[in-house]
């Protein structure tokens, strides 16, 4: 089957192609901080395993839709009031028309205690397989070099380094994921700017705030930059506001400076299973050809001491 579409994914994703396989965006960032920063790994003090689905711009045929895994702990024994070491592991999946990527990545933080708060810094190793199936394209120009042949299970690994900081109102973070800007095709005759990863740089933080006993009020912004000497994409930025109800319910409301709007609500169901559902809403171009992106949530934390956690995913917020 011929892709008729190709024109329009590809002329929409050009200008930030070479960021968008390398960490593709998240509504719900605040649930998803390990995937792109190594030092948030055991932060939360439990073993946690989440789950995140977020398929983009609905409707468009092609358009970008991932999958992720991850699970994260500190290491020793849970009574132990305060546990140095912190691993991770996530796995990733994420397809875009022709392309699809695979990614397992591992995570290590060394965490340092504080009086009141928590520094930890951490490291990444990641490997990827990158699948770009060309020959399902239907392009403008038929001799174009750059799809000339098919990519598959290229190679692409990686690493990256982070730093942590949070306490039980705040928390501040700075990482850069991706360390090699890796080339999709290994093959010498096509090793352009086009067609490489582009090193991004992730800069977060947020605060809650007590309103009453019942309402907590969390602001939190995300800025991302991907580039380099010679190439560089817009910087991107998140600014989420949330209020948390009885410790139990967040409702969220999010500005992205690329143009969208975005809903959160998520659930502390019960002491050990969340689930949150966020939607994007695009005020481009786009907006009258897609019925928005939809992205879910499923977390589980492992909880040996009933008593240290009632509602462990506000408590422990960052």
Not at 28 to 34: P, Q, R
Request: charged letters at 15%.
């Amino acid at each position: 089957m011929k892709y008729t579409y190709c024109l329009l994914c590809l002329a929409l994703l050009l200008p930030f192609w070479g960021f968008a396989q390398n960490e593709p965006h998240y509504t719900m960032f605040m649930y998803n901080k390990i995937l792109y920063n190594p030092a948030y790994a055991g932060s939360r003090d439990i073993t946690s395993v989440n789950a995140d689905y977020r398929d983009q711009w609905n409707g468009i045929n092609g358009a970008p839709k991932t999958l992720n895994l991850t699970v994260d702990g500190p290491v020793g024994s849970y009574m132990v009031p305060f546990r140095k070491v912190a691993v991770g592991l996530s796995l990733s999946s994420e397809q875009i028309g022709v392309e699809k990527n695979t990614n397992i990545a591992a995570y290590y933080a060394y965490r340092i205690q504080f009086k009141k708060s928590v520094l930890s810094f951490g490291l990444d190793a990641a490997a990827k397989l990158y699948t770009a199936n060309y020959s399902m394209l239907n392009p403008y120009n038929q001799n174009d070099p750059n799809l000339a042949h098919n990519i598959k299970n290229s190679f692409l690994p990686n690493f990256g380094a982070g730093v942590y900081w949070s306490a039980n109102q705040f928390y501040a973070g700075f990482s850069v994921p991706n360390l090699l800007e890796d080339y999709y095709d290994k093959t010498s005759n096509s090793k352009n700017i086009n067609s490489r990863e582009i090193r991004g740089y992730y800069l977060n933080g947020g605060y809650v705030f007590a309103v009453n006993e019942t309402i907590k009020l969390q602001p939190q912004v995300m800025i991302r930059y991907a580039g380099d000497g010679a190439y560089s994409l817009p910087v991107n930025c998140d600014l989420n506001v949330s209020a948390i109800a009885y410790d139990r319910l967040l409702l969220g409301f999010t500005y992205r400076t690329d143009k969208s709007f975005e809903a959160i609500v998520h659930v502390q169901a019960t002491k050990s299973i969340n689930v949150g559902y966020a939607f994007d809403y695009m005020m481009s171009g786009l907006n009258g050809y897609n019925g928005g992106t939809h992205e879910v949530v499923l977390g589980y934390d492992f909880i040996r001491d009933n008593s240290k956690y009632s509602t462990p995913r506000f408590i422990k917020t960052f």
